[in-house]
């Protein structure tokens, strides 16, 4: 790896499981996450309850337990959880709910096909990429309230692009304005884009961007994060995913293997559009999150040197990288 690039501190080390999506909570010391045996398994929650001294324990307790449990995401006021639950790895989701203990999570209603559930600030809603309820085109992210209705006009928050086209999107992070503020992983919903062959518009999610949505009276438009990102036609250089917001609202943290060496994470200060490499493409990293302090991120990636040879949880300080 670059000595420019920060160094990564790895929570987890082992070589029999495959750990990814990291949550982070509210005071910076609890990180949960998914995990994976590497020889085929249910991946099920883990936590991490003091990263000084990093000891992953299975989080979720209690009855009904999904069998398969992934993409948790910390509400950061109020400490709850929101989380995939689904019979199999394979199988269609919908989201759960359970308290920062993770004793008894519970479903909630009507949010069958629902991936990617991330909190309102103040923890009354939530959004999701929602795979089939409502308003096309899907995937879209809609928000609920808690008891599983979506209140209106929330079925589809992305909107259209310049051009009048509607937008496929998922991955969301909540805005500082809250929502239905939005950055999410999107693209039109047009024909061709990407270079697709079908007939129809199809989804494909390595072909992003992150956009940025705006809601004016009710009705939701969005643009690409990167002021140079085309929607004319596919620019795999902007390409982008999986964007998570600093606390403070000036910085988002994404995905992009816009190298072509595989997956990095990088930084994109939003008053400027200046983008900041933050790990080696060669090491895949992906679902950065921010700390409450907004000078680190958690994220997933393979260990240097594949040894393990399996990704793992691990933190680094961008304190510098804010500063360039």
Avoid at 110 to 125: C, F, H, R, V
Wanted: with cysteine.
């Amino acid at each position: 790896m670059s000595a420019s690039l920060p160094p990564l501190n790895f929570l987890t080390s082992s070589g029999a499981y495959t750990d990814y999506r990291p949550a982070i909570g509210p005071s910076g010391d609890v990180v949960i996450f998914e995990r994976t045996p590497v020889g085929g398994g249910l991946t099920v929650l883990y936590q991490i309850a003091d990263l000084s001294a990093p000891n992953p324990v299975p989080f979720l307790s209690g009855t009904p337990l999904p069998p398969s449990q992934t993409r948790p995401d910390f509400c950061w006021k109020t400490g709850d959880i929101a989380f995939n639950g689904a019979e199999t790895n394979q199988s269609a989701v919908r989201v759960w709910k359970v308290g920062a203990d993770g004793a008894g999570p519970q479903p909630i209603l009507n949010t069958q096909g629902s991936a990617y559930p991330t909190w309102s600030l103040d923890g009354t809603l939530f959004v999701t990429e929602n795979a089939g309820l409502g308003t096309a085109p899907h995937p879209c992210n809609t928000v609920f309230d808690t008891s599983g209705t979506v209140p209106p006009p929330y079925p589809n928050i992305d909107g259209t692009d310049s051009t009048g086209a509607p937008l496929f999107g998922g991955m969301p992070t909540v805005g500082p304005k809250n929502l239905p503020q939005i950055a999410f992983a999107g693209q039109p919903a047009v024909v061709g884009w990407g270079g697709a062959t079908s007939p129809q518009p199809e989804y494909n999610q390595d072909k992003n961007y992150v956009f940025l949505n705006a809601d004016t009276n009710g009705v939701f438009t969005a643009a690409p994060m990167e002021s140079g990102a085309s929607v004319a036609a596919y620019d795999p250089t902007h390409q982008g995913r999986a964007p998570a917001w600093s606390p403070d609202g000036t910085t988002i943290a994404f995905e992009s293997n816009r190298s072509g060496g595989g997956y990095a994470i990088y930084l994109c200060g939003l008053a400027t559009g200046a983008i900041v490499q933050v790990t080696d493409p060669s090491l895949g990293g992906q679902h950065a999150k921010f700390f409450p302090c907004g000078t680190k991120l958690v994220l997933c990636i393979h260990h240097p040197g594949s040894s393990p040879a399996t990704r793992g949880i691990a933190w680094v300080d961008i304190s510098a990288l804010l500063k360039s």
